[in-house]
């Protein structure tokens, strides 16, 4: 340990400072040890949501569960590729459209 005392830091000091912390009542705080029980606590968190949306349901539910996730999520992939494959047709489809459009306002007049 280091025999310095501990001293107040100023609010730029504090913002720029990366060691360990002494809170009012003597316990010693590491700023990777804050970091690492947030990141615990908010993993438990996720992990208790997903245990409990998944808890009393049997491997067969979960797995024909996965299998519509799987096939829903594949049409949609799906749907976007053929739309980005499509995409020079529609377009070239919708040039067309305006010339036409504009042609026969010009006509017609």
Request: charged share 20%; glycine share 6%; hydrophobic share 45%.
């Amino acid at each position: 340990m280091n025999s310095e005392d501990p001293k107040i830091l100023s609010d730029h000091e504090r913002d720029n400072f990366s060691g360990p912390t002494i809170d009012e009542d003597g316990t010693v705080h590491d700023q990777q040890s804050l970091y690492e029980e947030r990141l615990r606590e908010q993993q438990k968190a996720q992990q208790q949501r997903i245990h409990i949306v998944t808890s009393g349901l049997s491997w067969r539910v979960k797995l024909a569960i996965g299998v519509i996730v799987f096939c829903v999520v594949a049409v949609i992939i799906g749907a976007l590729g053929l739309i980005v494959m499509a995409m020079p047709y529609l377009l070239g489809i919708f040039v067309i459209y305006c010339l036409y459009s504009i042609l026969s306002s010009i006509l017609h007049r």
